[in-house]
């Protein structure tokens, strides 16, 4: 029977040879969902068997990552802001670098806290989400054009004990949105059209091209995005918006053109990108 070291060896080869850009991590995390181990459990008895069940579970997923599926794909979650969200077909994976939005999101507020935010474009809900385990008096609205992410945001929402402070809703942008926010998050799809098909594969194959397509120039979601500002945000609230590299300087005249203000320089993300750009009514 193959142990447990064995088959984490020939994974990570074989991921490597499809040249999987992190083969060891990725082998790892696959090999522990598939066996159902922890990392205690997979280092310290690497000379254990696996079940025969576990290495077909693993040789499917494994077929798949070569392929160039993504990891969170293939395991049907991920964590954002130390929390887990399911993931649905139409929903983008959520990212490290939109982190940056929450981080953003605490600093601008300090010891304050907004009662109500709105989320658009929402996908699996993560930033609604995760904004609403930090600021435990607020509730929200999540909205998105796809009625698949909506389902998918209102599970996490459910998982996460947070469905009572939630609603979620099909919407194009604030068409069916009811009221005024003191806070808006928005990770706007900010992909220029012709750059789609550029795109690494595991983006390119696996997102939905919904989330990512801004138009010609990339920037059609935020003169949108601007719009719903100007009618949605209380006198002092906030928009905060993820920037896609290099799209500061033309989103700040976009929202500045609206009336808005911009705070200061956008907030970077762990590669230095700006990454966050805080936007005040």
């Known amino acids: 029977m193959t142990t447990r070291g064995a088959l984490l060896r020939d994974t990570v080869e074989r991921l490597r040879m499809a040249k999987a850009e992190t083969p060891e991590l990725d082998a790892r995390v696959l090999l522990k969902e598939a066996l159902n181990l922890t990392d205690a459990e997979l280092i310290a008895a690497q000379d254990g068997p696996a079940s025969p069940d576990g ?24 964590e954002f802001w130390g ?98 926010f003191d806070l808006i998050l928005c990770n706007p799809p900010y992909i220029r059209r012709k750059e789609i098909s550029f795109l690494e594969r595991e983006v390119r194959l696996h997102d939905p091209e919904l989330a990512l397509d801004g138009g010609q120039d990339g920037l059609d979601a935020y003169r949108k995005l601007a719009e719903v500002a100007v009618r949605r945000l209380l006198p002092g609230g906030l928009l905060i918006v993820e920037l896609g590299a290099g799209q500061e300087a033309e989103v700040a005249s976009i929202v500045k053109g609206c009336g808005l203000t911009v705070d200061g320089p956008a907030r970077c993300d762990l590669g230095g990108i700006p990454r966050a750009l805080v936007v005040r009514r």
């Not at 290495?55 to 979650?77: D, F, K, N, Q, Y």
């Not at 887990?84 to 600093?107: M, N, Q, S, W, Y």
């Open 55 to 78: 290495v077909t579970v693993l040789e499917s997923m494994v077929c798949r990552r070569i392929a160039g599926e993504p990891v969170a794909r293939i395991l049907g979650h991920k």
């Open 83 to 180: 929390l887990r969200f399911r993931l649905g077909i139409e929903t983008l994976v959520p990212r490290p670098d939109t982190e940056t939005l929450i981080e953003a999101t605490l600093a601008a507020f300090g010891r304050g806290a907004p009662e109500r935010i709105l989320d658009l474009g929402t996908g699996t809900g993560c930033l609604l989400l995760a904004a609403l385990s930090e600021f435990s008096s607020a509730v929200g609205v999540g909205v998105d054009l796809s009625p698949g992410a909506v389902a998918v945001a209102q599970n996490n929402a459910t998982l996460l004990g947070l469905a009572e402070r939630t609603q979620f809703t099909v919407s194009n942008w604030d068409s069916k949105v009811e009221g005024h």
